[in-house]
């Protein structure tokens, strides 16, 4: 006989990777991104071909599975990543980054 897999089991949280945000057991791979790629209309199967590290689709089917137990506070985790990383690029393009004055651009 087989041996069996719990779900908990395929993902973690770990205070030492991405901050304690929710992975894939072993990974760097956050739910959120599974949630983005699953909700941009991906499949499951497509998700484990487009992310580099994807240890198995039962992963990413717990991942898809806790995303849609989970929606509202996934989604509001995504929005606040979003807000931050749109202020950080508004910052570094009002503090000389598009005059050139750090040469990313230039």
């Not at 089991?9 to 205070?15: A, F, I, T, Y």
């Not at 590290?53 to 996934?74: K, Q």
């Given at each position: 006989?087989?041996?069996?897999?719990?779900?908990?089991?395929?993902?973690?949280?770990?205070?030492?990777?991405?901050?304690?945000?929710?992975?894939?057991?072993?990974?760097?791979?956050?739910?959120?991104?599974?949630?983005?790629?699953?909700?941009?209309?991906?499949?499951?199967?497509?998700?484990?071909r487009?992310?580099?590290?994807?240890?198995?689709?039962a992963?990413?089917?717990?991942?898809?599975?806790?995303?849609?137990?989970?929606?509202?506070?996934?989604?509001a985790?995504?929005?606040?990543?979003?807000?931050?990383?749109?202020?950080?690029?508004s910052?570094?393009?009002?503090?000389g980054?598009?005059?050139?004055?750090?040469?990313?651009?230039r």
């Amino acid at each position: 006989m087989a041996a069996t897999i719990e779900l908990a089991s395929l993902l973690s949280r770990d205070p030492e990777v991405k901050g304690g945000r929710l992975c894939i057991a072993g990974t760097g791979i956050l739910v959120n991104r599974i949630a983005v790629l699953y909700d941009e209309g991906a499949t499951t199967e497509e998700i484990v071909r487009r992310l580099y590290g994807v240890p198995s689709l039962a992963a990413v089917h717990a991942a898809v599975a806790y995303y849609l137990a989970n929606r509202d506070a996934v989604d509001a985790e995504i929005d606040r990543d979003d807000a931050v990383l749109t202020q950080l690029a508004s910052e570094w393009t009002s503090e000389g980054a598009a005059t050139g004055s750090h040469g990313f651009l230039r």
